[in-house]
């Protein structure tokens, strides 16, 4: 077993809320309360949930692009959320992050190698012009971008090509962490295979780490060693992908799973559907207890008081319910 | 017995860069009790086919052709017979219900109005025909919501308002555009769940617009796929995803990641980038990006024409024109 | 979007051919700019009135504090003389008097402009982008600012420092930067939430080069059409001191001088108010038409 390169423990991002008026009160938003895991070297951890379970923030605190509340983050070992500045500079070369929206992302002002040869200009200052210039295009073609498009500004491409770009400008430094928050999300079908595509070959190809966040189970499946399921700023479930989706035992994991349509009329029109009522409940006014349990189709009493801690059920899986045996 | 019924429709737009033509000839009918899924990606036209037809085109927008509906064509028919059909014949459904519910209005009101206006009820029975839709969509604690701002309302409760103010007058034709693109899944279910029941239940016909071939896959009865402004397929939902006759089709279906895939090998791709409905090539719109494109493609552009899986499409290599 | 397709026929040729110019907002606003003929119009005018009052005064036959001795008195226009535009009511060129009024109400405008430009766009991007306290004492700094009269304001550093040609651009544009800051922090605002700063602090980016590299020249577009508007203004808060007797000293002048010059004559000799007047009005309808036509051009929903 090879040490974990990223080790979170209970980690948590509250923000505090004003409750309106001219003096009121604020509370807090816990949107991550509490989460641990680690991830190897090589590894894609899919982080999935629905809008407010925490996940892009989970994202973002561990790239320390928010303050963590509480909680460690540890690269190689280092706590990152005790670094001063220019420690925390050195560090972050090592992790890079891919964002949703492929345009507003990318600088509107900026050609697309000036957007890439941003983070080499930030680490390398002793690069001369023409070798940060041969570098980008040399990034430019492994993302599958033509290199004369080196002066064209974002505007000029299209959503594929931009979350190219964006990729490049992460991979161009040789990270050993991407942060992938949504990156497929807001592409057209035929676009999204392409860049899953060249994620699981740049990973492979680097030995990269990936966070895989997003709402979609279809591709988290596609493209994760291990998947997490969050639910209100809290892990529900952890497993490696094919126990976690062959046998979920979280009754949200397993709610989630059947409502995602298939793409057969035979299979989808014949399954089972575990149709989990209600909405959200607000983030800002979590449920007692077990935060699933207002929606839960197994909940009892038991649910409302005591939180369910993550138990183990299995070679790497981990469950918070307290009926998860049944 | 048809519904709408739609004949070469064309929209072009007028933009800074000269016009764009976002349908190009579409012709499509909707039988009674039938669910339509209308699949595409951006650019495909699927949105503006059904803008058009409703006469809801932007400012700079144009449409040709016919949009026969109970007995006129809609797009020469006057404003005032526009909005004797939309809201009352014909509802529509869109991803985002917050803009399609007025802000400052209370939901009751909006709904109850709906009734008053084209029903020509009672301000009570309007009342209670709008809780009873309510309670329909399966929104708990009716009486209350009824009383509540669209803001005060969650996502997925939005769209129950809005699915209830598409029942009301029990219109002949539901067109939901995307109505479950902004929702998260187990919501998305919800909702789904919601017009299957409502399908079953009314005998509407409805088109479904939809980026998302699950969607298309659980509801759909017929499946029409667009690209670049045109039909390129039309079938049968088990035929079109059983036996895909277009390339793009077979592209689409190819490349989604699906979720009852335990391979996890890297996925077939259609490669290129999406359409640029400016600059379209001679010949087929597809043939960049087609695995199969063959000279002929280049010079001519294939019609949409019957197919041997019993469906139409429009390719060379699948319909009669590809004999020689 | 101009998307090239990479399998393309035309995306191969591209491939073989060298690197591809790009055309980046700035070029596509310019364009819109110049399709817009109202503001095209207004930007040659602009360019020609500030260019003739640039030169002008070095190639008319008479000087603006040159006094006509054979005429020491209000001269209707005379060409054999070299007075295109007549004489002042002591005998002075009221062309060349124009001209050099125009080049000190333009030099106003543009200077004290270019101070609240530096002033304003530093602070309000420092505030917006970096928040917090920093923001706090900044913009309510910028609130006091606001609660002092402007003429209170001029008379006192003209009691202190004496009556001095700099020190009003100063004064001014002492106090049009306030605006420009609070603009400038509200887009700042919207940017910061932006995707591409996350990704440039994830990039390693320090807060000066993100602010320096990515807020500035995306606030560029407003501040721009804020600047065509702000320069007329500071030519008629230029003009409203020196109607007051606090701007410019005899023999200097400057457009809002002469108007009140002829505002006084007005009854015997409406040239001399209507000629400068009627340069300024131009000046003035011309930054506003070029404004305009810069924010259409700068559009953030064109894109």
């Not at chain 3, 260019?51 to 006094?67: A, E, F, R």
């Not at chain 3, 457009?255 to 040239?271: C, F, K, S, T």
């Amino acid at each position: 077993m090879t040490a974990p390169l990223l080790q979170v423990r209970d980690l948590k991002v509250h923000f505090q809320v004003r409750s309106g008026g001219l003096f009121g009160t604020s509370i807090p938003l816990k949107a991550v309360d509490g989460i641990s895991f680690d991830l190897k070297a090589g590894e894609t951890l899919g982080i999935v949930g629905e809008s407010g379970c925490g996940k892009s923030t989970l994202g973002r605190a561990v790239l320390q692009l928010l303050p963590a509340t509480a909680g460690t983050v540890a690269w190689l070992g280092s706590d990152l959320t005790a670094l001063d500045k220019a420690e925390l500079k050195a560090q972050r070369r090592n992790m890079q992050v891919v964002f949703q929206d492929p345009l507003a992302s990318l600088d509107p002002r900026m050609t697309a190698g000036d957007i890439i040869a941003e983070p080499l200009r930030n680490y390398h200052a002793e690069l001369s012009t023409a070798e940060i210039k041969a570098r980008v295009k040399e990034m430019m073609e492994q993302v599958g971008l033509l290199p004369s498009m080196i002066n064209r500004y974002p505007h000029e491409f299209s959503g594929g090509q931009c979350q190219r770009i964006g990729i490049a400008r992460a991979m161009i430094l040789k990270p050993q962490l991407v942060v992938c928050d949504e990156p497929v999300s807001a592409l057209d079908v035929s676009i999204r295979a392409q860049i899953i595509n060249l994620l699981t070959d740049l990973q492979r190809r680097f030995n990269l780490s990936m966070l895989f966040i997003s709402h979609d189970l279809s591709v988290v499946r596609h493209i994760s060693h291990r998947v997490m399921v969050l639910y209100l700023g809290k892990v529900m479930e952890l497993a490696d992908r094919d126990a976690l989706y062959r046998t979920p035992r979280h009754p949200y994991t397993q709610a989630l799973i059947s409502a995602v349509p298939i793409p057969d009329p035979e299979k989808e029109r014949a399954k089972p559907r575990v149709i989990v009522n209600g909405d959200l409940p607000s983030p800002l006014n979590p449920p007692s207890g077990c935060v699933f349990r207002t929606r839960c189709p197994k909940a009892t009493e038991i649910c409302a008081q005591v939180a369910p801690p993550l138990e183990h059920a299995g070679a790497g899986h981990e469950v918070a319910c307290h009926h998860w045996r049944e | 017995m048809t519904v709408l019924d739609i004949r070469d429709l064309t929209v072009r737009f007028a933009t800074h860069d000269g016009e764009v033509a976002a349908v190009s000839n579409v012709s499509l009918s909707i039988a009674k009790g039938e669910c339509l899924g209308i699949v595409g990606e951006s650019g495909s036209g699927k949105s503006q086919t059904f803008l058009a037809a409703m006469g809801l085109l932007a400012p700079n927008g144009r449409a040709t052709g016919e949009v026969n509906f109970s007995g006129m064509n809609l797009l020469t028919a006057g404003e005032k017979a526009l909005n004797s059909v939309r809201g009352n014949k014909v509802s529509m459904i869109f991803q985002d219900p917050m803009t399609s519910l007025t802000p400052h209005m209370k939901v009751g009101r909006q709904l109850a109005e709906v009734l008053v206006r084209h029903r020509g009820l009672s301000a009570a029975d309007a009342r209670a025909q709008s809780i009873a839709m309510l309670k329909r969509v399966q929104i708990p604690e009716a009486e209350r919501r009824f009383e509540a701002y669209p803001h005060e309302l969650s996502g997925g409760l939005r769209q129950r308002v809005m699915i209830a103010m598409a029942l009301l007058c029990a219109p002949e034709l539901i067109i939901a555009d995307e109505p479950t693109t902004a929702l998260d899944v187990t919501v998305q279910a919800q909702i789904l769940d919601l017009i299957r029941i409502a399908k079953d239940e009314t005998n509407a016909a409805i088109v479904l617009i939809t980026h998302d071939l699950g969607v298309v896959a659980g509801l759909a009865d017929r499946v029409a796929v667009m690209y670049a402004g045109r039909i390129v397929e039309v079938g049968d939902v088990r035929q079109i995803f059983k036996a895909p006759q277009h390339p793009y089709t077979k592209g689409l279906l190819a490349c989604t990641p699906r979720l009852d895939d335990e391979t996890g090998g890297a996925l077939l791709t259609i490669p290129g980038q999406p359409p640029n409905l400016q600059r379209l090539p001679p010949g087929c719109a597809f043939n960049p990006r087609c695995a199969y494109v063959m000279e002929r493609c280049l010079r001519e552009r294939p019609a949409l024409l019957p197919d041997a899986a019993g469906g139409l499409s429009a390719c060379f290599l699948t319909n009669a024109q590809g004999a020689p | 979007m101009t998307g090239v397709n990479l399998s393309s026929p035309h995306g191969e040729a591209l491939k073989a051919a060298g690197e591809v110019d790009g055309r980046s907002l700035w070029q596509d606003a310019w364009r819109r700019l110049l399709a817009n003929r109202a503001a095209f119009i207004s930007l040659i005018v602009l360019v020609t009135l500030g260019v003739v009052s640039v030169v002008g005064p070095y190639v008319l036959p008479w000087t603006y504090d040159q006094i006509d001795w054979d005429h020491v008195e209000a001269m209707p226009p005379n060409f054999a003389m070299g007075h295109y535009f007549g004489t002042d009511s002591v005998g002075r060129d009221l062309l060349a008097r124009t001209l050099f009024g125009g080049r000190i109400s333009l030099m106003v405008g543009i200077l004290a402009t270019t101070v609240a430009l530096t002033i304003g766009v530093t602070v309000g991007a420092v505030a917006g982008f970096v928040g917090g306290k920093v923001d706090q004492l900044l913009m309510r700094f910028v609130d006091l600012m606001y609660a002092v009269p402007l003429t209170f304001f001029v008379i006192i550093l003209m009691v202190l420092f004496g009556r001095n040609f700099i020190l009003m651009f100063l004064a001014i544009g002492a106090v049009e930067w306030l605006t420009m800051a609070r603009i400038v922090r509200g887009q700042t605002l919207t940017l910061r939430n932006k995707e591409f700063i996350d990704a440039a602090r994830a990039s390693g980016g320090s807060t000066t080069a993100i602010i320096i590299r990515h807020i500035v020249p995306n606030v560029l577009g407003v501040v721009m059409v804020y600047v065509t508007l702000t320069i007329p203004q500071v030519i008629l808060l230029e003009s409203f001191l020196s109607f007051l007797g606090l701007g410019i000293q005899e023999p200097m002048t400057s457009w809002g001088m002469l108007i009140n010059d002829g505002a006084a004559e007005l009854e015997i000799n409406p040239r001399t108010l209507i000629i400068p007047a009627a340069f300024m009005t131009v000046t003035l309808f011309c930054f506003n038409f070029l404004g305009d036509g810069l924010r259409d051009a700068l559009d953030p929903k064109d894109r």
